[in-house]
């Protein structure tokens, strides 16, 4: 709620109330030392230990030029002037006391005033993650809430007093509390020493999933590339571990399904026939996915669901014959929080995961304004699309089958009417949401999509139905890569196909992060929630090269609608950057996976059997100078980009084999390939000779996280480094050097040729004196004093 002009004014009263009182004695006004900030250049250390400093006249000008939006915001930022006083001096020294003293102010005055809503708890410390602070205190002190960091405050004039006098001894990082709290905080992002330090700011709100994001926030989404940070601790352990969770602990949580975009004409009998309808389907291949759903337990204890009562099928059912919903709504929420359920319930890519997907979208087909008629039967598990992932075609493609041809290369805004946002079954879709989408061809991996457009189309069939536009995002089984490539955990690759859904494929909403900012955060709401699917992308798949590239600027991956908007997936930050866990190619992971994707063979240029066909020019036609290029038809033509990609993410470049056929060599020799040196093994295996000199009586153990952290470790695996020696400490002998005689005479030479030509122009050579020959009567001269005549 914006601040009243009555609140402004109550607001303003407890200010004077506080910069007003002083000490008994001397009659010293309190406040004097926390009017304004503390010189940054004198005290660098206390902009170290104090991530989010204010002061009291910095309240004052954001008051003044109503930049609250909530009278609670001033007051936390009031607080926060004497929190971070109390945090960064040490107890019992004056300006402690002080600001223990106008801390009690502030809450006694703010509570007199009913204008003003009531305080929230106040920690013992300033919200942070990275605070530092007396190692001495209580560690139970040392809890704060959710960080989110806002930006830093630019209206506190330079000071050369200081809010300090002893500083105190940093302490361990303070951890989290388990429960969100309505207080706006700032966190420093700290990154490696190789990547420039940045304040990334972000509000923390909780309570409100859809509510407006703070107008203080740096989000650093324009057009440059954020800076990378390097995993010198990628591999995650239970450090790591921990403080994924304590942050995720204390977010806000999602609070269910909202009051918009349901069923409206459903009867008591549709609904119990719908219900029936689904327990008795059989899909094409004799399945009955509703088994699925009735595997799961009727008690609803899965955590970070919007809800706890008891729900199951045949509860659902029950209640359809009773007549227990009062209305159409009620029954086909009910409907979407079991499915919900049975989403979080089994593990994504199996079959019963797969089975859920696939008979909630044919539920939301029995629901919709053009449902199927008996019997039903589909061979896309009634997905509107024909194709999905891996095995879709561009729509003006020439290559594979015309019903695969569904995707387009841009957003076509034609037969649409171009809105700000769709509603479908309570969730509410705008631009740059992402989805999971039905997937005609294994629901297990729904499509994931990001959102370029909604619409409402003006073709004569669909007329008046809505739809959204996407990108299609796909997963490590859709692509073709190498067997030595590597995949970070939850990855998906940006796409150039695009597709248009109509409202029935979406399944529920998700979050895709850039890696850039899924290593220092988490989405803040309502861009996602904990429970959530969220995945990392860190590369652009090109599938008809089948090669990967890594994405340096993400600002070209997103709608440009919101390149430039600072409430874009904002994030609440680490303590430290996280990095997800890597895990080889799926298909080498021994369990069976039918997938459009596979792994490409490293010894091979091309697969066997494998036809040429001409390529066209790009000019569109053959004509005069131009001459026909053959490729292969979507095989391993482009297998050196591909693994040139790979080498970037660590593995090494398979050199190209010599092809007997001259076309085919001219096409897929590149101009320059780079290649990357074998990396060398550190590992103790190999430090002690190979298992050729460990023999059959080796046995290895791996060192606990605890010991592993003190020593150099891999970047990519995490293992300790080893060595087959110490490191030989070695006298280097200087090289020779020139004597100070000499040296003094090259000085003394060139600062005469300096004088004697100092209005020479710089660059040209001194003039050479011309030699003139002697006469003979010095010529005979010279020759009698030689001959000591």
């Known amino acids: 709620m914006p601040v009243s002009a009555a609140q402004k004014t109550a607001i303003e009263e407890v200010i004077r109330a506080i910069t007003s009182a002083s000490s008994r004695r001397a ?34 000008a954001n008051l003044a030029q109503n930049k609250y939006k909530n009278p609670l915001d001033a007051f936390i930022d009031l607080n926060l002037v004497f929190l971070n006083a109390l945090h960064y001096n040490e107890d019992g020294s004056q300006i402690a006391k002080d600001a223990n003293t106008l801390k009690g ?42 960080p989110g960091p806002i930006k830093s405050q630019t209206t506190a004039a330079s000071s050369s007093k200081s809010q300090s006098k002893a500083p105190a001894k940093p302490s361990p990082p303070i951890q989290l509390n388990s429960t969100p709290a309505p ?151 009910e409907m979407s929080q079991l499915f919900l359920k049975a989403r979080r319930w089994y593990d994504p890519g199996t079959e019963p995961y797969g089975n859920a997907l696939a008979l909630q979208r044919f539920y939301q087909a029995l629901t919709s304004s053009n449902p199927p008629t008996p019997p039903y039967s589909s061979t896309t598990s009634f997905a509107s699309l024909p194709a999905g992932p891996g095995t879709a075609t561009p729509l003006h493609s020439v290559e594979g089958d015309a019903a695969t041809r569904v995707t387009t290369f841009r957003v076509s805004e034609k037969d649409k009417r171009i ?18 989408l039905s997937n005609p061809d294994d629901p297990s991996r729904p499509i994931i999509a990001h959102v370029f457009k909604c619409f409402v189309s003006e073709e004569s069939q669909r007329k008046g139905q809505p739809g959204v536009s996407v990108c299609w995002y796909y997963r490590p089984e859709q692509t073709w890569h190498p067997t030595d490539r590597q995949f970070w955990e939850n990855e998906v690759f940006k796409t150039g196909h695009f597709a248009d859904h109509p409202l029935e494929d979406i399944i529920e909403k998700i979050a895709v992060q850039f890696t850039a900012r899924h290593v220092r955060g988490r989405p803040r709401p309502p861009f996602w929630y904990p429970g959530w699917p969220l995945y990392v992308c860190d590369s652009r798949y090109h599938d008809r090269e ?21 409430e874009f997936m904002q994030i609440y930050p680490f303590e430290r950057p996280v990095f997800p866990r890597r895990h080889p190619s799926p298909f080498l992971s021994g369990a069976k996976i039918v997938a459009p994707g596979g792994v490409l063979d490293a010894n091979a240029n091309a697969a066997p059997g ?108 995490n293992e300790v480094l080893w060595f087959a020696a ?49 006469t003979v009567t010095e010529t005979l001269a010279a020759l009698l004093h030689e001959n000591g005549l």
């Open 27 to 60: 009659k010293r006004r309190l406040a004097d030392m926390f009017m304004d900030l503390v010189d940054r250049e004198s005290w660098p250390e206390y902009y170290e230990v104090i991530p989010q400093p204010r002061c009291i006249n910095g309240v004052k």
């Open 105 to 146: 102010i502030l809450e006694s005055e703010w509570r007199q005033r009913p204008l003003l809503p009531a305080p929230p708890m106040s920690p013992a410390k300033p919200p942070s993650a990275t605070q530092k602070g007396n190692a001495s205190k209580d560690q139970k002190e040392r809890a704060a809430v959710v």
């Open 183 to 333: 207080l706006q905080t700032r966190v420093s992002q700290t990154q490696h020493s190789d990547v420039k330090k940045e304040k990334e700011t972000v509000t923390v709100k909780a309570g409100t999933p859809e509510g407006e994001p703070s107008q203080d926030m740096d989000v650093d989404i324009g057009g440059t590339p954020e800076p990378e940070v390097v995993a010198q601790d990628s591999a995650r352990d239970g450090e790591t571990e921990e403080i994924v969770r304590q942050l995720e602990k204390g977010l806000p949580r999602w609070e269910g399904f909202a009051d918009v975009g349901w069923t409206e004409d459903l009867t008591s009998d549709r609904m119990v026939e719908i219900v029936t309808t689904l327990s008795k389907y059989r899909d094409e291949s004799g399945n009955r996915p509703a088994a699925s759903l009735e595997g799961i337990p009727e008690e609803t204890d899965i955590p970070d669901l919007s809800f706890t009562h008891a729900l199951s099928l045949r509860l659902v059912e029950s209640r359809s014959r009773m007549n227990y919903y009062e209305t159409p709504q009620a029954f086909d929420k």
């Open 419 to 436: 809105v700000e946002e769709v509603h479908y079954k309570g969730w509410s879709i705008r631009l740059a949401d992402w989805l999971h």
């Open 546 to 566: 089948r090669a990967f590239v890594k994405i340096k600027n993400w600002n070209s991956c997103i709608p440009e609608e919101v390149r430039k908007k600072e």
């Open 610 to 717: 494998e036809k040429v066909e001409p390529e066209k020019p790009e000019s569109g036609g053959a004509g005069p100078g131009t001459r026909t290029r053959t490729r292969p038809k979507r095989a391993t033509v482009q297998k050196a980009e591909a693994e040139k990609a790979a080498a970037s993410r660590g593995v090494s470049a398979t050199p190209m084999q010599p092809s007997t056929s001259l076309s085919y060599q001219q096409q897929t020799q590149p101009p320059y390939v780079q290649t990357y040196p074998p990396r060398e093994d550190r590992s103790i295996v190999a430090a002690a000779g190979g298992l050729a000199a460990l023999g059959s009586n080796a046995a290895m153990e791996e060192l606990p996280p605890e010991t592993a952290r003190h020593f150099d470790r891999d970047p990519e695996t």
């Open 726 to 774: 110490p490191p030989v400490d070695i006298v280097h002998a200087p090289p020779p050097r020139h004597s100070l005689k000499y040296l003094a005479h090259l000085a003394r030479k060139r600062k005469g040729q300096a004088g004697e030509h100092a209005m020479d122009v710089d660059g040209a050579p001194p003039p050479k004196r011309q030699k003139m020959s002697m």
